[in-house]
Nanobody, 127 residues
Framework: QVQLVESGGGLVQAGGSLRLSCAAS????????MGWFRQAPGKEREFVAA????????YYADSVKGRFTISRDKAKNTVYLQMNSLKPEATAVYYC????????????????????WGRGTQVTVSS
């Protein structure tokens, strides 16, 4: 089993920044990919970013490229999502998830089947 706990959400003004954290525990993660998704009110959940735990390869949704950065700290078993230049449309619950091999989607995006999910953290961007 894997436990994922998100933190770092909150209220920020448009143009501001937030850093989300996802603390993982329960198993070793060398072969995992970790992803961030978000779900806004009344909308479907959407892929934001992913990272291969071992190699550090990163993947982003087009909507966040250049503004969001995903990273991981192996020693802390933690994945981060640095969000800059935030826009009101980024308001959503942000979820961390773990994708175990075999990978359905090598880019760990919308086509992936993530195996474990956190409970989410709320991000609200005011205009």
């Amino acid at each position: 089993q894997v436990q994922l706990v998100e933190s770092g959400g909150g209220l920020v003004q448009a143009g501001g920044s937030l850093r989300l954290s996802c603390a993982a525990s329960g198993r070793t993660f060398s072969s995992y990919a970790m992803g961030w998704f978000r779900q806004a009110p009344g909308k479907e959940r959407e892929f934001v970013a992913a990272i291969r735990w071992s190699a550090g390869n990163t993947y982003y949704a087009d909507s966040v490229k250049g503004r969001f950065t995903i990273s991981r700290d192996k020693a802390k078993n933690t994945v981060y999502l640095q969000m800059n230049s935030l826009k009101p449309e980024a308001t959503a619950v942000y979820y961390c998830a773990a994708d175990l091999p075999p990978y359905r989607d090598p880019y760990h995006g919308e086509g992936a089947e993530y195996d474990y999910w956190g409970r989410g953290t709320q991000v609200t961007v005011s205009s």
